[in-house]
């Protein structure tokens, strides 16, 4: 009767990992109980969450091939684009919400276009743009922009709109730092760089008064949920940030978090449901509206427990 923050499962978006090939289901090795899937092995973990009733999924396509623009990620027939489709045509209750970034599709893993090795900002912007039409274009429902280039929230809002997509939302990483915790993602996802790191266009650790200028700035562009990425060691940000702005506030609870949860858990050394449900609890408790966490199967299962 007295609990202040309620956790629902509604509450969580479980990330999804699909790949080029038939009768895939990968172990991602870093990331014990996630996997990736091809298009038809796609029902076997829709199912479960079609069961858990969680609040969606978050799609990241893994193409075969890879060049220097990243034009397998705004191909009408890419990857993403595909598993989109068939989502929607097998499972049209399932809210898909897009990773919109170059990184897994292009050659040299960055976010943007490159001139030898300096990322260019704004010339990515229109292929982020294509990309995010192209994918509303298959059935996405929502588009969550992750590159963190200067400017992609109004390019890509733009492009909707003059696509006719005006009531597409944008859900921007906005304040997306450059963490040590994305280490089991780029496994996953096979997204790691090809030369250097992400800190010339990804936050700062230091800088949180950086993060709300970062947050304003997407929502002046067209924003209409913005995340803090990663959770628990930005929860700070979160909550100032929620505090001051009043706006829908979504969370990555990401990979390194995951993995060094299920690594203790294994060893005996915590107890899993217990840390879980504390940690999610957290995020809400700091302003998150919305998870993003490959806990969410189990996650709104203990919540119903």
Not at 86 to 110: A, Q
């Amino acid at each position: 009767m007295m609990q202040e923050t309620r956790l629902h499962p509604k509450d969580l978006v479980y990330p999804l990992f699909v790949m080029e090939g038939e009768q895939i289901r990968n172990p991602v090795a870093s990331m014990p109980g996630v996997f990736q899937y091809s298009v038809d092995r796609l029902p076997e973990i829709l199912e479960q969450v079609k069961t858990a009733g969680i609040g969606g999924i978050m799609l990241f396509g893994i193409p075969a091939c890879k060049d220097p623009l990243g034009s397998e990620a705004y191909a009408e027939h890419g990857i993403t684009q595909r598993a989109v489709r068939f989502i929607k045509e097998k499972y049209p209750e399932i809210y898909i919400i897009v990773d919109v970034c170059l990184c897994e599709y292009t050659s040299h893993g960055h976010c943007g276009m490159v001139c030898g090795e300096e990322i260019l900002n704004d010339e990515t912007l229109p292929l982020l743009a294509k990309m995010a039409v192209s994918l509303v274009e298959a059935g996405a429902d929502m588009v969550a922009p992750s590159d963190m280039m200067d400017g992609r929230v109004e390019a890509i809002r733009q492009a909707l709109d003059q696509s006719g997509f005006a009531q597409t939302p944008i859900m921007a990483y906005s304040a997306k730092f450059a963490s040590a915790y994305y280490g089991p993602f780029r496994d996953a996802a096979h997204s790691a760089p090809g030369f250097g790191d992400r800190k010339s266009y990804q936050m700062d650790p230091a800088n949180g008064k950086e993060a709300l200028r970062e947050i304003a700035a997407d929502i002046e562009e067209g924003a209409d949920i913005v995340m803090v990425k990663p959770a628990l060691a930005y929860l700070d940000v979160l909550k100032e940030a929620s505090l001051q702005i009043d706006i829908p506030f979504a969370v990555y609870n990401v990979s390194g978090e995951y993995a060094m949860v299920k690594a203790a858990a294994a060893n005996g050394w915590i107890d899993e449901r217990r840390i879980v449900m504390e940690n999610l609890t957290a995020m809400k408790r700091a302003g998150a509206k919305i998870i993003i966490t490959y806990h969410a199967l189990d996650g709104a299962r203990w919540c119903r427990e």
